[in-house]
């Protein structure tokens, strides 16, 4: 009898040491549990309005009604407030009642295991979870109160449908706040949480139903409410009807958008998940109306003046996961820095064939016009003349604009391909460079986040514009230069590429077209609004500037143009450098008739002296005779 006491208690003390170790072993690195819980951020419009229902919103113990508690640990919890953690009554309890009626329905699982298995197991049925389950009880009860535990559960419970927490739920399926729902409504979000997507409303209405009677009469059994409460109750649970209240539907981009810049702001979710309000600078009618854009179709909007996002929507906004090709929305960064520079926008630019190493560059419609002003270049969005400018202003002086001026974060390529739009940008990038343009020269950072209100309503955080840079003047100030462009910009809606864009109103805007994306960017003083397409054979003037158009509709455009003045004079450049002349492909063309001898004069009378006597010795290497006739015409041309 002796040895059978001593092995019965060596046997003891083994157990319990090894449910000791394994209970330290499987507690000792666990979380915080409210870092677990999910998030409760409620994201609202600039007006006020909230966004979407939040998938989980917290809500304080003490705001809960007292019949909605009762009808909570009468359903899943009798003994919460008199058990460890777990319940060895209620575990035995479950084990008669699933013999007795040969089921395993009932689990004898405590509020505190249900909420160690919500934040950090696995819904998996294996004795390894239900062990830790009961270790996680264990050292939740040991950390916190039992109001701290019955909180959590509250506001992190599944419920079906993307919802964890009873508030959420409440306002979900009824439209109302917790505090708010009746004795019904309670027993009805209680009778869900044995399973969360078969027992809501919105599955199955008369389940839902019958479940709500199971916890009436479980209040009824403990003595929480007497028979005429409990008759009253089920007659009215009988009669009631439902529909749904609430939509949930969240633009998961916008949401990551917000918690990238809270981060950065230095706010983690942790601290902001507990009911926190999110006021985002967007605008409610332009993001609703752009809710409905295929996924092809990315927009965002901004306000050049602030750089608050007015609209963000679509996979694929920022840098780098949005990089795209710019196309000829590049143009007028680099048309702006030679405004800056002193070039009038009359000067004269060479559209003739360019072949620059093994690149040939063309013109959209694939002819030539001779000589161009830089005006008609950038309205008609001319291949040839822009990079005659490119070339003329210099490829590092352009980068070093578009890099340490405009801030401009993305891909360069290491060629002359870029003047056409080889640089890889996201479309808030775009946005960023092109406000310089539109508010007279100071790049600001775009920023989403408003205001922060904490869970009493007090203001934690107000945002202000954040400056990057403020662009050099040079022999035009950059309000001067931003004038003398902009009035061009609008002449691309009025009568180039952008017509499609055109309002009743003034806009300013430049299409864009690359392999995979055609975009058109535009807007005024108070609103720049960048469209970028995705596919293959698009051009930016055909479908993407009659998104934008139709996106505008829905927002209070005004066309607010700036009126800054012009002082600085500016330089008509009239004689032209000859550049990479393809004067094979000239030369073809004179034979074939396309080009004509005289209109060949006509453009090489203006090159300067270095570039003509570049440009003959080209021509003579190939046709002296040629060579000889076009020098005679041209002394000719420039003595008469």
């Not at 319940?87 to 505190?112: L, W």
């Amino acid at each position: 009898m002796r040895w059978k006491l001593i092995g019965f208690l060596c046997g003891f003390l083994l157990s319990v040491s090894v449910l000791f170790y394994l209970y330290v072993d499987f507690t000792k690195d666990l979380d915080s549990p409210e870092s677990k819980i999910p998030t409760g951020l409620l994201l609202m419009y600039s007006d006020g309005t909230p966004m979407s229902l939040p998938r989980s919103f917290w809500v304080k113990l003490e705001d809960v009604p007292p019949y909605f508690l009762n009808a909570l640990l009468v359903s899943e919890d009798k003994r919460f407030y008199h058990h460890p953690g777990v319940d060895p009554i209620g575990i035995a309890r479950a084990i008669v009642r699933n013999i007795s009626t040969m089921s395993i329905n009932e689990g004898g699982s405590t509020i505190t295991q249900q909420l160690a298995r919500t934040l950090y197991l696995t819904p998996s049925m294996t004795w390894q979870r239900k062990l830790k389950e009961m270790f996680i009880a264990f050292w939740l009860e040991r950390h916190r109160t039992k109001e701290e535990i019955l909180q959590m559960y509250i506001n992190s419970v599944y419920m079906g449908n993307g919802l964890y927490g009873f508030a959420s739920a409440s306002r979900y399926y009824f439209g109302k706040e917790l505090s708010d729902v009746t004795l019904n409504e309670a027993a009805i979000l209680v009778g869900i949480v044995r399973s969360p997507e078969n027992f809501n409303p919105l599955k199955d209405w008369q389940i839902s139903k019958r479940k709500a009677r199971t916890v009436l009469n479980a209040l009824l059994d403990e003595g929480y409410i007497n028979g005429s409460v409990h008759k009253k109750a089920l007659e009215e649970l009988e009669s009631m009807n439902y529909t749904r209240k609430v939509r949930i539907d969240m633009d998961e981009e916008i949401f990551w958008r917000v918690v990238r810049e809270l981060q950065r702001l230095g706010y983690g979710l942790d601290e902001l998940r507990q009911g926190y309000k999110i006021h985002t600078t967007l605008d409610r009618n332009l993001s609703q109306a752009a809710s409905n854009l295929p996924r092809t179709v990315i927009a965002e909007a901004i306000d050049p003046l602030s750089g608050a996002v007015l609209l963000y929507k679509g996979v694929g906004l920022t840098y780098p996961e949005g990089s795209r090709l710019l196309g000829s929305a590049i143009k007028p960064f680099y048309y702006y820095l030679a405004i800056l520079e002193g070039w009038s926008i009359d000067s004269e630019l060479m559209d003739l064939p360019l072949k620059i190493g093994d690149w040939t560059p063309e013109n959209f419609d694939k002819s030539y016009r001779g000589i161009v002003t830089m005006r008609q270049a950038l309205v008609d969005s001319l291949n040839i003349p822009s990079v005659n400018l490119f070339m003329q202003l210099g490829r590092e002086k352009v980068v070093e604009f578009l890099k340490n001026e405009l801030k401009i974060a993305g891909y360069y390529p290491e060629d002359m391909t870029i003047a056409l739009g080889t640089l890889e940008m996201a479309p808030e990038e775009v946005l960023k460079a092109y406000s310089a343009i539109f508010n007279g020269g100071v790049v600001l950072q775009p920023y989403i986040v408003k205001r922060i209100e904490d869970v009493n309503g007090r203001t934690i955080y107000e945002a202000s514009p954040k400056v990057l840079n403020v662009v050099k003047a040079r022999r035009l100030s950059p309000p001067e230069a931003s004038m003398v462009l902009l009035n061009v910009m609008r002449e691309v809606v009025e009568r180039g590429t952008g017509v499609r864009a055109r309002q009743r109103v003034p806009v300013a805007g430049k299409t864009g077209t690359s392999l995979k994306t055609a975009w058109f960017v535009g807007g005024d003083q108070t609103f720049l609004m960048a469209v970028a397409v995705d596919g293959t054979n698009l051009t930016g003037g055909v479908h993407a500037a009659p998104i934008w158009s139709q996106l505008l509709s829905n927002y209070s455009y005004v066309g607010k143009m700036p009126n800054w003045r012009v002082q600085a004079s500016l330089s008509t450049k009239t004689t032209l450098p000859s550049l990479t002349l393809d004067v094979n492909r000239i030369i073809q063309w004179l034979n074939e008739g396309t080009l004509s001898v005289d209109a060949l004069v006509e453009i090489a009378s203006k090159l300067d002296s270095a570039a003509l006597l570049d440009f003959l010795s080209s021509i003579n290497e190939r046709s002296p005779q040629l060579a000889k006739e076009l020098w005679e015409k041209i002394k000719f041309k420039r003595s008469w």
